[in-house]
């Protein structure tokens, strides 16, 4: 019985997980915000549940799917022009052959790219 209370009750806590998951854009923000706003008032934390009104106040005055797109590309185009001169950058280290030089600039380069694909993924949620 106490299995499946807890399995109840972790489906209930899990419900704005999901469907914040299925919406995109301004609505997934919006209920992001309003799951974060419920747990926060749930647990007595005034100072966390005042910032989220007010996240929640800007979100709703300002959040356009349009706005939110074009900031969103302009992420990816910042971070395009990271892993490019993160690329430069490796190529000079392998041109002077240093060893240490080309692994640290090739990790950078390997998480700068995660992050440009991370951007990517983000466009159209």
């Not at 992001?32 to 989220?52: C, F, K, P, Q």
């Not at 106040?57 to 990271?82: F, I, M, P, Y």
Request: proline residues 1%; glycine residues 6%; contains cysteine.
């Amino acid at each position: 019985m106490n299995y499946a209370k807890m399995l109840a009750a972790g489906l209930l806590v899990m419900t704005p997980v999901f469907s914040a998951l299925a919406a995109t854009g301004c609505e997934a923000k919006r209920q992001s915000i309003e799951h974060e706003l419920s747990y926060a008032i749930a647990n007595g934390n005034s100072h966390r549940v005042g910032g989220l009104e007010k996240a929640r106040s800007e979100l709703n005055a300002n959040c356009t799917e349009e706005g939110l797109r074009a900031e969103r590309e302009s992420d990816v185009r910042k971070k395009e022009h990271k892993v490019e001169e993160l690329r430069q950058e490796l190529a000079e280290a392998q041109a002077e052959g240093r060893q240490d030089k080309i692994n640290k600039k090739g990790r950078k380069l390997s998480e700068a790219q995660a992050e440009l694909d991370d951007a990517k993924n983000m466009i159209d949620k």
